[in-house]
């Protein structure tokens, strides 16, 4: 079986050792880094997820520091949302789009000081973009990745396993919002987020020697919460509408047809702002809509189209078989056409047509 060469351009993380003891089951390239995709099976991993707690090795999250008198100016730049509502504590969810309003990455943006800023980005290599930008504008900002790998832990048991290894303060930690806490002899950003709708934190460790330190923390304290190795998992994410930049939004989308016309509210200037105003007053032409696929499907790891009297009005680019819900759950980029719930259309796979129905709203 094929395997994945680790070099400087593809990296193993501060948590590699952690994940190939636990018995990664495969992984994907992210970010340059690698990222692991399952561990016992896609299945019972969500199983699992749905009913305990798992660590997560999510390095391939990498941070572009945006740091300096004219941090803040950059980063309204950069995003529709407006920058100035953020909070000292808070995390945002900021689509970065280009000159033609599409998307480029969907970073989680954490505000460390009014002139220091992360943005944990998506698969994408932002930094670049951020970095001409500010050169092209002669700004006084630095841009750069810093040595921060995110450990995300999630589940229904999250706060209890977080509680044993920080103390029960991450217990007032509300959603989106962080915590500098104590580990060891340093300390660390402890978010109240992650990339599942089972609820739980990611720890942004702040230098590589920390990570197998923590990781084995967090493993001693859990046995009895039955905590276990986990990625983000592919079953649980389309059920919750998790979108996936490079999958179902790329840059030939906007915001607005990724369902984040909300996030597009800063009354400056930014970059897009012009080619997106008519999708502001209007709405777009297409949007991501949750479906239902009949019959049996295989993976989908190229994007489906889908179909209606010949033509085509949209594709599916996640799907998968929910074992909770006993249907082949889906998300996909709709036309205006056949957006409405209970509309029928055909999806053209590589197994075969089958029949979609869109769905009114997601699974959980």
């Not at 969810?93 to 998307?103: A, F, L």
């Not at 949750?290 to 680019?317: D, F, H, K, T, Y």
């Not at 409405?340 to 796979?349: H, Y």
Request: some cysteine; proline content about 6%; overall charge negative.
């Amino acid at each position: 079986m094929a395997v994945i060469t680790p070099s400087r351009r593809v990296r193993k993380t501060p948590f590699s050792p952690g994940v190939e003891a636990a018995g990664v089951g495969g992984y994907t390239v992210y970010n340059h880094m690698l990222l692991p995709t399952f561990f016992e099976s896609v299945e019972a991993d969500a199983a699992h997820l749905k009913q305990h707690v798992q660590v997560w090795d999510v390095a391939c999250e990498r941070q572009v520091q945006i740091k300096g008198p004219d941090a803040l100016r950059l980063m309204r730049l950069l995003s529709p949302r407006d920058m100035d509502r953020m909070q000292a504590d808070q995390c945002y969810y900021v689509p970065i789009v280009d000159q033609n309003g599409g998307m480029l990455n969907d970073p989680v943006a954490i505000k460390l000081a009014d002139d220091h800023y992360w943005l944990s980005v998506a698969d994408g290599d932002l930094w670049q973009f951020a970095l001409g930008i500010a050169i092209a504008l002669g700004l006084d900002v630095e841009v750069s990745e810093p040595d921060v790998s995110p450990l995300a832990v999630q589940g229904p048991k999250a706060d209890d396993l977080m509680a044993r290894v920080f103390g029960d303060a991450v217990r007032d930690i509300r959603f989106f919002r962080y915590k500098r806490l104590a580990f060891e002899d340093t300390e660390f950003v402890v978010a109240r987020s992650g990339w599942s709708k089972q609820g739980g934190f990611e720890i942004y460790v702040d230098g590589a020697d920390y990570g197998m330190p923590l990781w084995e923390c967090l493993f001693a304290n859990g046995h009895d919460l039955k905590v276990r190795a986990g990625c983000p998992n592919n079953i649980e994410r389309i059920e919750s509408g998790l979108l996936s930049f490079g999958s179902d939004m790329r840059r030939e989308n906007t915001p607005y047809e990724c369902g984040l016309g909300r996030f597009c509210n800063a009354p400056d200037d930014y970059i897009g702002k012009a080619a997106l105003a008519d999708q502001a007053e209007n709405g777009p032409p297409r949007i991501i809509r949750p479906m239902v696929i009949e019959g049996e499907i295989g993976p989908c790891a190229q994007s489906w189209p889908l179909m209606a009297a010949g033509r085509q009005v949209g594709q599916i680019a996640s799907a998968v078989y929910s074992p909770e819900f006993g249907v082949n759950v889906a998300i996909g980029m709709v036309d205006r056409s056949h957006w409405d719930a209970g509309t029928r259309v055909e999806v053209l796979t590589e197994h075969g047509m089958r029949w979609a129905e869109v769905q009114s709203n997601f699974w959980r």
